[in-house]
């Protein structure tokens, strides 16, 4: 059984008909099965009416763009006879076409910023500009060959174009209300703000490329950024919870029981008065000799040999500029940054349990960042000056 969809007629009397072929499935079954190919059929099929206004503006057009084929003939011509004394003919000629494509140029943006009034008028100005300059040019030709009257009407050649095309365009040129043009500016802006955006990100990601293949010294700029954005984020990452450090503290006058002692079992009258200095004390030219720490009178015998034997191994009490475990203030300011142990030393009469990444960063703060250019022997040196000290003071225990 073959099937064939009917298509109702369309036709009204007074409707433009045409007769066209078309292809239409047919669906042949059979035994339950179907199969369909396409068959061309010739219809009649309604034709819309006549847009004369389309075809009157294409009509328009196409002379708009005759006149001013011919406009730029003429004035091309003209300049570059005017020129030719001058110049090589052919580039005499080249640049006489210049004239006619200024204004052209000028009449395209007027058409493409008809939106916004200011931008508009700024290219409808330069349009007549360059319309005059071209005229002036024609009529200078005319003069020169004692043919003013013609150098005259060849110059409203392109006066003719242009008010052609400043008619035609005039047919898409629609005043808007002011909200309206400022939504649709403000729009534009929007887009454009995206545009150029994407194409600075695009240019960013190209240098960069190129920077990484052209050699070794992005690489070792991008180290140099990367470690000093560490220096600077390392003072952040001391979660201990500690007060801030001993060296920033204002010093105390009384003394400050060892941590790591037993409690005493009777106060201990206070040291004798020391007058902490108000303001740094520049490094000397001399070299200073080391000025052990002064114990104060209620400490024991066993804490004061422990002092000054640690005192001694260091070899760097007079510079530390901090307070010892016994809370004597400092008698010189410290004539450069801490040695490893010193700062570890201190870090640990801060607090004994700080974790090793903890200590590492304490260490580096009190050493003012100097990692000595490696990031990895550092730490590996500030583990193993904890573990000297735990063991020393286990067995002095």
Same mark, same amino acid.
């Given at each position: #059984?073959?099937?064939?969809?009917?298509?109702?007629?369309?036709? =009204?009397?007074?409707?433009?008909?045409?007769?066209?072929?078309?292809?239409?499935?047919?669906?042949? +079954?059979?035994? *339950?099965?179907?199969?369909?190919?396409?068959?061309?059929?010739?219809?009649? &099929?309604?034709?819309?009416?006549?847009?004369?206004?389309?075809?009157?503006?294409?009509?328009?057009?196409?002379?708009?763009? &005759?006149?001013?084929?011919?406009?730029?003939?003429?004035?091309?011509?003209? +300049?570059?006879?005017?020129?030719?004394?001058?110049?090589?003919?052919?580039?005499?000629?080249?640049?006489?076409?210049?004239?006619?494509?200024?204004?052209? +140029?000028?009449?395209?943006?007027?058409?493409?910023?008809?939106?916004?009034?200011?931008?508009? %008028?700024?290219?409808?100005?330069?349009?007549? &500009? #360059?319309?005059? /300059?071209?005229?002036?040019?024609? /009529?200078?030709?005319?003069?020169?060959?004692? =043919?003013?009257?013609?150098?005259? %009407?060849?110059?409203?050649?392109?006066?003719?174009?242009?008010?052609?095309?400043?008619? /035609?365009? @005039?047919?898409?040129? %629609?005043? $808007?209300?002011?909200?309206?043009?400022?939504?649709?500016?403000?729009?534009?802006?929007?887009?454009?703000?995206?545009?150029? $955006?994407?194409?600075?990100? !695009?240019?960013?990601?190209?240098?960069? +490329?190129?920077?990484? !293949?052209? *050699?070794?010294?992005? =690489?070792?700029?991008?180290?140099?950024?990367?470690?000093?954005?560490? =220096?600077?984020?390392?003072?952040?990452a001391d979660t201990s919870g500690q007060a801030a450090p001993a060296a920033a503290q204002a010093p105390v006058s009384g003394p400050v029981p060892d941590p790591s002692g037993p409690?005493?079992?009777?106060?201990?009258?206070?040291?004798?008065?020391?007058?902490p200095p108000t303001a740094p004390v520049p490094p000397p030219a001399a070299p200073v000799p080391t000025v052990p720490p002064v114990t104060p009178a209620g400490a024991g015998a066993?804490?004061?040999?422990?002092?000054?034997?640690?005192?001694?191994?260091? @070899?760097?009490?007079?510079?530390?500029?901090?307070?010892?475990?016994?809370?004597?203030?400092?008698?010189?300011?410290?004539? *450069?940054?801490?040695?490893?142990?010193?700062?570890?030393?201190?870090?640990?009469?801060?607090?004994?349990?700080?974790?090793?990444?903890? #200590? &590492?960063?304490?260490?580096? #703060?009190?050493? @003012?960042?100097?990692?000595?250019?490696?990031?990895?022997?550092?730490?590996?040196?500030?583990?193993?000056?904890?573990?000297?000290?735990?063991?020393?003071?286990?067995?002095?225990?």
């Amino acid at each position: #059984m073959t099937e064939t969809p009917q298509t109702p007629p369309t036709w =009204q009397p007074g409707m433009r008909r045409k007769r066209v072929r078309v292809e239409r499935p047919e669906t042949t +079954v059979i035994d *339950g099965r179907p199969s369909t190919r396409m068959v061309t059929t010739e219809e009649w &099929v309604a034709v819309p009416p006549r847009d004369w206004d389309e075809i009157i503006r294409r009509g328009a057009t196409g002379v708009a763009v &005759v006149v001013t084929l011919l406009a730029a003939a003429g004035t091309t011509a003209s +300049v570059g006879g005017l020129l030719g004394r001058l110049l090589h003919p052919g580039v005499a000629y080249a640049v006489g076409a210049v004239f006619t494509s200024s204004w052209l +140029v000028c009449l395209g943006i007027e058409h493409i910023e008809r939106v916004d009034a200011t931008r508009a %008028v700024r290219a409808r100005t330069a349009g007549w &500009v #360059m319309l005059l /300059i071209g005229m002036g040019a024609v /009529i200078t030709y005319g003069h020169e060959m004692h =043919q003013l009257p013609a150098g005259v %009407v060849g110059s409203c050649l392109d006066l003719a174009a242009k008010g052609l095309w400043w008619l /035609i365009m @005039g047919l898409d040129r %629609v005043q $808007l209300d002011a909200g309206v043009a400022h939504w649709v500016a403000e729009q534009e802006q929007h887009m454009a703000g995206r545009f150029l $955006l994407g194409t600075r990100l !695009a240019r960013l990601n190209r240098r960069a +490329v190129q920077m990484r !293949a052209s *050699g070794p010294e992005f =690489q070792a700029a991008e180290a140099i950024l990367a470690q000093a954005a560490n =220096q600077v984020q390392l003072p952040a990452a001391d979660t201990s919870g500690q007060a801030a450090p001993a060296a920033a503290q204002a010093p105390v006058s009384g003394p400050v029981p060892d941590p790591s002692g037993p409690a005493p079992s009777t106060p201990t009258p206070p040291p004798a008065p020391h007058t902490p200095p108000t303001a740094p004390v520049p490094p000397p030219a001399a070299p200073v000799p080391t000025v052990p720490p002064v114990t104060p009178a209620g400490a024991g015998a066993s804490g004061s040999s422990e002092q000054q034997a640690e005192a001694d191994a260091s @070899g760097d009490q007079a510079q530390l500029g901090v307070q010892d475990k016994t809370g004597t203030p400092p008698s010189l300011q410290p004539v *450069g940054p801490l040695s490893i142990a010193a700062a570890v030393r201190q870090a640990r009469a801060e607090d004994p349990d700080q974790t090793d990444a903890q #200590m &590492v960063a304490r260490v580096l #703060m009190l050493r @003012g960042g100097d990692d000595g250019g490696d990031r990895a022997k550092f730490t590996d040196t500030v583990g193993r000056t904890r573990r000297r000290q735990e063991a020393k003071e286990r067995r002095t225990a």
